[in-house]
């Protein structure tokens, strides 16, 4: 194999594929990402990237002298061509190894065969349906970061996918905070489909995919198939029963505050530098359209600031994580947050202050418990 590839193009499908390879694995190959090179008008550069869970497999353009195909150390790949100067990448295989120059940098890397990475699934994308992927985009970054990480409750580490014919909603919870969007599109579904996906297999479509272009949707048994001209991927569904997330939306919250939410941003990130890196505590405290944010840590000290907000109920006190406060505040997209409280025991309820028809976004935060 001998190829020359433009390396803002190599860049970006290797920054994309990265988070697939997995750190910790049995097989040796799955470290490796597939390089497969095809001569003529419709060949290329395929990469191809797998965890066993989730594969995928990204095509783009290239210079084929010679075709071929090899497997090379994903994260040193990565690690090299972000170093490189802006030039042609020139990648030959040369025995078992592999060469990469550009410009005056050469660097060699060993390899794995073809035959001993795993087969790229053959699934059928027949009866497939379409959405936006500025829609997937948006669906996806506005609820990902609530999903779970413990591996106890593996069915939390996924988002749900609600489609029907008339729209699409993503949930995402680790069970102390909730989000999710709802985004009004007519889809070619015959019947209402609900399935858990891992969150990196639909980050995919942001990170590959074109900004203005349509994915094809396919649910194949177990399996998740997303597919856009070069990209394909595959996911593996994760099995089980969601939780009944709409038990847990607060539907009574009687106390409102109206914040903007760059202000309430700046406020948050100066008081965590003193917050406990444990629980992120801060103290939230609501009167007279002034809301006071301070953070008291033994050993590392105190701090206090207010924002000016719309608040006219009575005064009312919570504490909450904060840095679960700023994930809802960077993925709002609105310039004021609406925060829709009962008391300083229940959830809250964080929107947007002003929303298009075509789109709800809705954030739930459970409070802190307070001992001392």
């Keep these: ?29 799955l470290y490796n990402i597939l390089l497969e090179a095809e001569e003529g008008e419709e060949g290329g550069l395929k990469i191809v990237a797998t965890d066993l869970d989730i594969s995928l497999s990204h095509r783009l353009k290239a210079n084929v002298k010679k075709s071929g195909a090899i497997t090379i150390p994903a994260r040193k790949l ?7 100067p802006n030039a042609p990448v020139s990648i030959e295989q040369i025995d078992e190894k592999v060469k990469i120059v ?14 001993d990475f795993p087969a790229f699934p053959e699934k059928s994308f027949e009866g497939a349906f379409t959405v936006s992927n500025a829609i997937m985009s948006k669906l ?15 069915i939390l580490k996924g988002i749900l996918w609600e489609i029907n014919k008339d729209e699409s909603s993503m949930i995402s919870t680790n069970g102390h905070r909730l989000a999710k ?13 609900n399935v858990v996906v891992p969150p990196k297999a639909l980050e995919m479509v942001e990170k590959l995919c074109s900004e203005d272009g349509s994915v094809e949707v396919v649910i194949d048994g177990s399996h998740l198939g997303i597919r856009e001209k070069d990209t ?20 009574h919250n009687n106390k409102i505050a109206v914040i903007d939410t760059e202000k309430f ?32 840590t033994e050993d590392l000290g105190e701090g206090e600031d207010s ?66």
Excluded: W
């Excluded at 990565?78 to 490189?84: A, S």
């Excluded at 990130?269 to 939230?284: D, E, P």
């Excluded at 960077?330 to 809250?348: A, D, P, W």
């Design 1 to 29: 194999m001998k190829i020359s590839v433009v390396k803002e193009n190599l860049l970006k499908a290797v920054n994309a594929i990265s988070p697939i390879v997995p750190t910790r694995s049995t097989m040796p190959a």
């Design 78 to 84: 990565g690690e090299i061509v972000r170093e490189l």
């Design 102 to 115: 550009c410009d005056k940098s050469s660097f060699i890397l060993p390899s794995i065969p073809k035959s």
């Design 140 to 154: 996806v970054n506005a609820t990902s970061y609530a999903a779970g990480k413990d591996d106890d409750r593996p």
């Design 181 to 193: 969007m709802v985004y009004k599109e007519k889809t070619n579904i015959s019947e209402p489909l």
């Design 232 to 251: 394909v991927i595959f996911s593996r569904l994760i099995e089980g029963t969601y939780p009944n997330y709409e038990q847990v939306i607060p539907i």
């Design 265 to 296: 941003n700046e406020t948050l990130r100066r008081m965590l530098i003193l917050a406990n890196t444990a629980t992120y505590r801060v103290r939230l405290y609501f009167k007279d359209n002034l809301l006071n944010v301070s953070v008291k």
């Design 307 to 372: 924002v000016e907000m719309e608040y006219k109920d009575e005064p009312l006190e919570i504490y909450f994580n904060g840095s679960y406060l700023l994930d809802v505040l960077k993925y709002l997209g609105s310039e004021q947050v609406k925060i829709c409280m009962q008391n300083s025991e229940s959830g809250i309820l964080l929107v947007p202050a002003s929303e298009s028809e075509k789109q709800r976004h809705l954030n739930v935060i459970m409070p802190l418990k307070v001992t001392e």
